[in-house]
């Protein structure tokens, strides 16, 4: 086993059932008692917080004030953009122009990390036809050649 793999079973082995459990727990924001529940090591992500320098500071309970120091996942909807907004996955997709629908992506999410996200919820890439999905503002449509 790969050292990183062997470092990845050993926390694994060494956590208990409840900090396992803790690290499925996920946070829409931050609440009274959430940094509390973090030091327990009863959170595994957060959604919807923003700016590096807060996010940085939620992360350093979660390094350095836990047992195992297992980091938090911060996650984020970054469907079109994140400072900097494009024109929603659907009206990109329009266009037929993967080029530039890759690039709005990518500076979204350099945008993104650069303020501490490190999980983004996009691209939606569901390709359906269902009739109550398959034309909605996160996805692309139903063309099952452009959702390649």
Not at 33 to 60: F, P
């Amino acid at each position: 086993m790969p050292d990183k793999n062997k470092f990845i079973q050993n926390i694994i082995d060494e956590m208990t059932l409840k900090e396992k459990i803790g690290q499925m727990v996920q946070y829409g924001r931050i609440k009274e008692n959430t940094i509390d529940k973090i030091r327990e090591g009863m959170v595994g992500s957060l959604l919807n917080c923003h700016g590096a320098d807060y996010i940085n500071s939620i992360q350093k309970v979660a390094v350095e004030e836990t047992r195992l120091g297992i980091p938090l996942l911060f996650g984020d909807d970054v469907i079109h953009g994140y400072r900097t907004i494009f024109p929603i996955p659907f009206a990109e997709s329009c266009s037929w122009d993967l080029e530039l629908m890759e690039k709005s992506a990518k500076y979204a999410a350099i945008e993104a990390r650069s303020d501490g996200i490190n999980w983004i919820f996009a691209p939606m890439v569901d390709v359906t036809r269902d009739p109550r999905w398959g034309r909605i503002a996160e996805g692309a449509g139903e063309d099952h050649y452009l959702g390649k």
